[in-house]
């Protein structure tokens, strides 16, 4: 990533999740978040809509990257460790929906999963694979 496409800072308000309430911390090891600022918050630069906090799995890395997007492989000129089973990112919405169809999400935090997330992924989905649904 160069810093021309750097994001503009993150939102200073605070953002609400899937389920109403504030938007909680996704990861801050690996430091996800399109702002990287640990959270799934989302700005007009975001093209991708990184805003389902999700824990990913092997699973959904392959699936990623059959799909064209390489999580797992490290990116260090782009500040990107790559990623392993079970750590917390902000993924794209449309690619967690897709997984999904397709038998491959990775569970999600609902708290953590920024509201503008319900515009292309289901509720009802990402409920089934909660890992913090009281």
Do not use: Y
Not at 14 to 35: H, K, M, R, Y
Not at 54 to 63: G, H, K, Q, R, Y
């Amino acid at each position: 990533m160069s810093t021309d496409d750097a994001p503009e800072a993150a939102p200073q308000s605070a953002a609400t999740n899937v389920i109403g309430g504030e938007l909680q911390e996704c990861s801050s090891d690996p430091l996800t978040g399109w702002f990287r600022d640990g959270c799934c918050n989302t700005g007009p630069g975001d093209m991708g809509i990184h805003t389902v906090c999700a824990i990913v799995t092997d699973d959904f890395l392959e699936f990623s990257r059959a799909a064209g997007n390489d999580l797992s492989t490290p990116h260090p000129e782009a500040g990107f460790a790559g990623l392993s089973d079970g750590d917390g990112w902000c993924i794209c919405a449309p690619r967690w929906q897709e997984a999904f169809d397709a038998g491959h999400a990775p569970p999600v935090r609902l708290k953590a999963t920024h509201l503008s997330t319900l515009e292309w992924c289901s509720l009802d989905a990402m409920k089934s694979v909660a890992l913090d649904l009281d």
